[in-house]
Nanobody, 125 residues
């Protein structure tokens, strides 16, 4: 059974940066997609970034140019570097994974069955 655990959230001022990490355990497939989605109170889940099995990255328009997703396969770890954070980025951030996946649109990330417990990001103005 795959388990995901996020870390790295916190509170920052607008313009600041945070780096989220997501460690996967029990991931035996060599082909999988991973990504990040977020959810603010009273709002729907929003895909933020995805990374395909071959490492191709995709981003939501709202974070393009500010966020960078990466993964370290040997460590089974996914990262999200978030720069130039804005108050509207405040949300609970979740990582998600799908084994056997080759390509994943950002919009598909919130639908992945395997997800972590989330880490809170709060950006103050």
């Amino acid at each position: 059974q795959v388990q995901l655990a996020e870390s790295g959230g916190g509170s920052v001022q607008a313009g600041g940066s945070l780096r989220l990490s997501c460690t996967a355990s029990g991931l035996t497939s060599s082909t999988f997609c991973m990504g990040w989605f977020r959810q603010a109170p009273g709002q729907e889940r929003e895909g933020v970034a995805s990374i395909d099995s071959d490492g191709r990255e995709r981003y939501a328009d709202s974070v393009q140019g500010r966020f960078t997703v990466s993964r370290h396969n040997a460590k089974n770890t996914l990262y999200l570097q978030m720069n130039s954070l804005q108050p509207e980025d405040s949300a609970m951030y979740y990582c998600a994974a799908s084994a056997g996946c080759v390509m994943a649109l950002v919009s598909a990330i919130p639908t992945f069955d395997t997800r972590g417990q989330g880490t809170q990001v709060t950006v103050s103005s």
